[in-house]
């Protein structure tokens, strides 16, 4: 290994340390499991890993969206694989606004279940904002999607989301 790839080593290893708990986050949400999540956090991390310890590895500018896009293609792979995660049609759940939130689990079904009631597409762009903690920019490089699309997939996943539990109070 040369001492430039040494530092691009070391400079992803640093950027996997630092963004890991909003890594997890996601994977979590995006997945709806913890342990799937930390499997598919452990994925992404061996495919960055290799890609670039064998000095092969290009030169990145964006670590940040580089290494979302490769945790959010790990996700997609994993959900394309099984049946790990299904749909329930809005009119035949349970009226999720309804249940008191009495911990953290709870919410984390809700959250996961209204999501799972919207287009994917904007749900992939709800889960890197807000539970990958980047910004529309950040999104946008990392779904490699224009700006304007990334802000209005944000918004319409939101309107749908806010509908439905209007509905369900109804």
Request: hydrophobic content about 35%.
């Given at each position: 290994m040369?001492?430039e ?6 400079e992803l290893?640093?950027?996997?340390r630092?963004?890991q ?7 979590c ?5 913890a ?5 598919a956090?452990?994925?992404a991390?061996?495919?960055l890993?290799s890609k670039?310890s ?5 030169e ?8 979302f896009?490769t ?11 099984s049946s790990?995660?299904k ?9 999720l606004?309804d249940?008191?939130?009495e911990?953290n689990?709870?919410?984390y ?6 999501l799972?009631?919207?287009p ?5 762009v ?5 539970y990958?903690?980047n ?5 946008a ?7 304007p699309?990334?802000?209005?997939r944000?918004?319409?996943g939101?309107e749908?989301i ?6 369900k109070?109804?």
């Amino acid at each position: 290994m040369n001492k430039e790839n040494n530092i691009t080593m070391n400079e992803l290893a640093e950027h996997l340390r630092r963004e890991q708990p909003h890594l997890m986050r996601y994977a979590c949400y995006r997945l709806g499991d913890a342990d799937n999540a930390k499997d598919a956090l452990q994925d992404a991390y061996l495919k960055l890993c290799s890609k670039f310890s064998d000095g092969t590895g290009k030169e990145v500018k964006d670590w940040r969206s580089y290494i979302f896009r490769t945790l959010s293609n790990v996700c997609t792979s994993w959900l394309s694989r099984s049946s790990r995660f299904k749909t329930i049609p809005m009119d035949t759940c349970l009226n999720l606004a309804d249940i008191p939130s009495e911990n953290n689990e709870a919410d984390y079904q809700r959250i996961v279940q209204l999501l799972a009631e919207i287009p994917e597409e904007q749900a992939e762009v709800i889960r890197l904002r807000i539970y990958g903690n980047n910004s529309f920019a950040e999104v946008a490089e990392i779904l490699a999607l224009p700006l304007p699309t990334v802000k209005s997939r944000f918004l319409y996943g939101l309107e749908k989301i806010r509908k439905a539990m209007n509905q369900k109070n109804h």
